[in-house]
């Protein structure tokens, strides 16, 4: 029995090894590449070892142990095949050199070229020029063959041109023996062993390279752009430490976890963030150098190809297959959820009847029926506002959006349909609105009074008249009368009440800062506070005077072709304040314009008569109606998961979620361990009431995870969210589940995202799905995603239970 190297021996214990970490890495992690801890206590990201994992986490509160695991497929396949690729070609090329000497020439000086240019530049250049869209394991491998092809070439010739020379190679070409034949039975066996060695050379090579190119932010697979600081709002009050944005790739590859280990804090006091990654790769080169050496070694001196057909080498080969094959057999995690996703896609009927659904899928109701019904008689907006001026132009809430055009409905306003006369009102500022007073609380501590710092300042109302006409203002700026005093300028509420008492019979408040505020009265830590108004000082009837707020853009296009620009006149002003908090009354600085006390600007009004006239819409009735929503719980576990279907649709038909909600809770029929509320939610009228009444119903108002289903009309879906930790889950729910999807590439923006009824749910995370593209059925793709979340739920899948 021929003995065998020790080297060769521990070379094939490092062979399995990384077989075995490569084939079930992912399988015996701890935990999904999808699981975030985003908040653990008074633990701060991220987590050292041993206090939420046992080799700590990355900044966005993953485990390290579990990304290093799941990533050593991806990252050793293009090592090895990388290192195998350039090791093949440059013995190809150093083979046909030897035979055409005009090649020879060719490769040696192509080889000096290609050796002087750094393989990473070269990999990047390709990668970002070359490729369009993600970059792909076999993309990731070409760009590392362009250059390092060179190396294994030269050593390849060499010992090609000494074995040529060698007297059994001449005596073999004298008796005739061609140099194909020569070539394969004579000089390849005693190329094996420096073979052996390059292959491990390049595959090291390989591996640092691969780190190179993290650190430059290239990684395989889709990227993403994982942003958690909703989702820490969710969890707990916001800290600065607490906020974590990174670019990840669907695939955690190593030169990613390397990449997203830079900055100052991960190399002085979170070593262990590049430390963990890093020790995977020097494991990894180690364990390859030591699979070459033994290679080489064992069969310096013995023809390797007389061991291929030898028991050894079967045995060898049969373990290989039988590895293979068992990665294959064994299920992935939770692959019994995957049931659970295809029963809920063989129920989808076209047509189903929701409410019968809901009676036969084993849910139970929280009340005497599913049925949540609610008698609403309420004042409400029933049409678009609207501002029309002559000679000028249109803007209107359908046609712009609530970030540009915003009716307020609260207790001073009303809603009504008229026609007056327009005036420019400046600020609307009147120094006989404000006593003087000592002192007050500004934005920087204490700070003369508005009446103190106003008292010699132009009345705007002795400039226009607003008798029965429309008033347009411009938000007041903020007076600096020192350098860390700041006096708050004339708030919302104060300005639209003085011109009404004044006889204005319509205000049009422009505020620079509406774009920015969110849609809804809530999202995450920023607060709409015209809507917030309207909540906490509800309107007393339907008939009165219009109030709307106008961005800059806005009043420009109604104002600006009448001789006033708004926005000339906003940043004539003095600097931006940086410091605040937001909304239109007491305390609201952040991005407002700063004038100093004794700026000329203050001393002139541009109020004026505008000589046209306007046309303002602002419908408002009283309403009465019964929403039905229809509501029901799993029985026996208390409910984690909320899944939200909207009706009717915001935008199209209703049809597609009502199909699959029905699909879906129909496949709950006889299942245990699952905790989920399924809410068909009516929209129709008093949205927020709604949502409220079933939130107090449900007896909670935080959720794990809310899955809205809403606009799914089109061919495959989206997931809108504003909470990152929630864009890899979904992405990878919908991949294991077949549904047609397209990859979510970060989170949505949160100025604009929004959901009927999401104000009665504050502090829960959740993710809309909708459809995009022409034409399509998505019905089958979204009862099989709801199936696989409950069937994960059901399983204590840990990145749903909070």
């Not at 307020?408 to 306003?413: N, P």
């Not at 204490?446 to 008249?465: E, F």
Request: glycine share 10%.
């Amino acid at each position: 029995m021929r003995r065998i190297d020790p080297w060769f021996a521990i070379g094939l214990v490092a062979f399995f090894a990384l077989l075995f970490v490569a084939l079930f890495g992912e399988r015996i992690a701890p935990y999904e590449p999808i699981y975030f801890v985003v908040n653990r206590g008074d633990l701060q990201r991220p987590y050292a070892p041993g206090e939420v994992y046992p080799l700590g986490s990355d900044v966005l509160g993953r485990d390290l142990l579990s990304l290093v695991l799941a990533g050593a497929r991806a990252t050793l396949i293009i090592a090895v095949v990388a290192g195998l690729a350039r090791v093949f070609a440059g013995l190809g090329i150093a083979v046909a050199a030897s035979w055409w000497r005009p090649l020879r020439a060719f490769a040696d000086s192509l080889a000096e070229i290609v050796s002087a240019v750094p393989a990473t530049l070269v990999a990047v250049l390709i990668v970002l020029i070359f490729i369009r869209g993600d970059t792909q394991i076999f993309t990731f491998v070409g760009a590392l063959l362009v250059t390092g092809w060179a190396g294994p070439y030269r050593i390849a010739r060499t010992e090609i041109d000494r074995l040529r020379g060698s007297p059994f190679s001449e005596s073999a070409l004298a008796l005739g023996v061609r140099r194909l034949p020569l070539f394969a039975r004579h000089h390849l066996p005693h190329l094996v062993p420096i073979l052996a060695v390059s292959t491990a050379q390049q595959a090291v090579a390989s591996l640092v390279a691969v780190a190179e190119l993290g650190v430059l932010g290239i990684f395989v697979g889709a990227t993403k752009f994982v942003n958690l600081s909703e989702s820490v709002g969710a969890v707990t009050f916001l800290r600065p430490t607490d906020v974590g944005a990174l670019w990840i790739s669907e695939i955690p590859e190593w030169g990613g976890l390397l990449a997203n280990g830079r900055g100052i804090q991960n190399l002085w006091t979170t070593r262990w963030v590049i430390l963990v990654p890093g020790v995977a790769f020097a494991v990894a080169a180690m364990a390859i150098s030591a699979i070459g050496l033994g290679i080489a070694r064992q069969y310096q001196r013995r023809n390797a190809f007389y061991d291929i057909g030898s028991r050894g080498a079967a045995a060898l080969g049969t373990l290989c297959v039988l590895a293979v094959l068992a990665s294959a057999v064994v299920p992935e995690r939770y692959a019994a959820a995957l049931d659970w996703a295809d029963a809920a896609r063989a129920r989808v009927t076209i047509g189903a009847p929701l409410e019968q659904a809901f009676a036969e899928s084993g849910l139970r109701p929280i009340g005497a029926s599913f049925a949540i019904e609610r008698r609403v008689s309420q004042i409400q907006q029933t049409g678009p506002a609207s501002v029309n001026v002559a000679g000028a132009g249109e803007v209107s809430e359908e046609a712009d959006g609530p970030t540009e055009v915003l009716p307020v409905l609260y207790s001073a306003s009303g809603g009504a349909v008229l026609d007056a006369p327009i005036v420019y009102a400046s600020w609307g500022i009147s120094p006989s609105d404000h006593p003087q007073t000592p002192t007050s609380v500004g934005t920087s501590g204490s700070a003369p009074s508005l009446g103190s710092v106003v008292k010699d300042w132009i009345d705007d109302y002795r400039v226009v008249d607003v008798r029965g006409k429309v008033a347009v203002i411009l938000r007041m700026p903020n007076i600096q009368s020192g350098p860390r005093s700041i006096t708050q300028g004339q708030d919302f509420e104060l300005t639209v009440t003085n011109a009404l008492k004044r006889g204005a019979v319509a205000v049009l408040y422009i505020d620079p800062g509406l774009p920015t505020l969110p849609v809804t009265t809530f999202r995450g830590n920023l607060i709409n506070p015209y809507r917030r108004l309207s909540e906490t000082a509800p309107l007393q009837g339907p008939d009165g005077p219009p109030v709307i707020v106008l961005s800059l853009n806005a009043g420009e296009r109604i104002l600006g072709p009448l001789g006033v620009s708004p926005t000339a006149i906003w940043n004539a002003m003095g600097r931006t304040a940086t410091t605040g908090l937001g909304g239109p009354g007491p305390g609201f600085a952040f991005g407002l314009k700063l004038v100093q006390s004794d700026d000329p600007i203050t001393k002139t009004s541009y109020g004026r008569d505008l000589g046209t006239w306007a046309h303002v819409e602002l419908p408002v009735a009283r309403v009465a109606a019964t929403p039905k929503s229809l509501v029901g719980v799993t029985p026996g576990e208390p409910s984690r998961v909320l899944i939200w279907a909207v009706m009717p649709a915001t935008r199209g038909s209703s049809r597609p979620a009502t199909d699959a909600l029905a699909a879906f809770i129909r496949s709950l029929a006889g299942r245990t361990g699952v905790g989920v509320a399924v809410v068909a939610f009516d929209r129709s009228v008093d949205t927020l009431g709604n949502a409220r009444a079933i939130a107090d119903l449900l007896g909670r108002t935080r959720w794990d995870t809310i899955v809205v289903l809403d606009d799914l009309e089109g061919e495959q879906l989206r997931f809108d969210t504003i909470f990152g930790d929630l864009i890899p889950m979904f992405d990878e729910y919908a991949n294991r589940a077949g549904a047609r999807a397209a990859i979510t590439r970060g989170i949505s923006n949160p100025e604009t995202w929004s959901w009927p009824g999401m104000e009665a749910f504050p502090k829960s995370r959740a993710t809309i799905i909708r459809a995009t593209g022409a034409g399509g059925d998505v019905r089958g793709d979204v009862a099989a995603l709801l199936g696989y979340v409950a069937g994960r739920d059901a399983l204590a899948a840990p990145e749903l239970r909070r």
